[in-house]
């Protein structure tokens, strides 16, 4: 069984929304709100070496296939397959990019052979998959800040427990959580 890990950037309320740009009024908070410090991010790195594939959801998969190509540090999961959830999307231009109907392919793709898959912005698709008991670990970098609305990590759907794997803080006030979902 290959690992569904969902990666992302949430607020202390749990807004996982436009954390580099986008629709969300803070758009960028990651980076405008709270100082750098290379340490809390460096799970990033680690994330795109590990993970064998990376699973995304179409408005994630729109926001990232005109930019992350043209971009070098992004060149492992350039060059790794990716599969997008979409009822709609047709002949994905990202290069090795296959689409998936329905969350049955998903848990497919999961029993198969290979190594981790990693999800990457994808709110809506992460909350199905919660859901549909698909997730099996959480990579969290928490920001010390509140955005009040957006698109949320958790949506109230999914039930269960987790068992806190890896934690750091950093100087800046984000915490490092990683959970391992226990079914």
Known sequence: ??????????????????????????????????????????????????????????????????????MAEFA???????YVVSSTLEDPEWTNTHVLR????VAA??????????VHGSAKLGQGLAAAGLVDRYHLLVFPLTLGSGKRLFDGNATGT???????AYDNGIIKAVYDVEY
């Open 1 to 70: 069984m290959r690992p569904i890990i969902i990666t992302a950037f949430v607020s202390l309320d749990g807004v996982m929304d436009s954390p580099g740009g986008g629709d969300h009024p803070r758009a960028g908070w990651t980076f405008k709100e709270v100082p750098f410090v290379a340490e809390a991010y460096e799970m990033k790195g680690t994330e795109q070496l590990e993970a064998s594939a990376m699973l995304l959801g179409r408005q994630s998969y729109d926001e990232f296939a005109p930019i992350w190509p043209t």
């Open 76 to 82: 492992e999961y350039n060059a790794m397959p990716k």
């Open 162 to 168: 987790m068992k806190l794997v890896v934690q750091a």
């Open 109 to 118: 793709l999961r029993e198969g052979e290979g190594g981790p898959i990693i």
């Open 102 to 105: 329905s969350l049955d392919e």
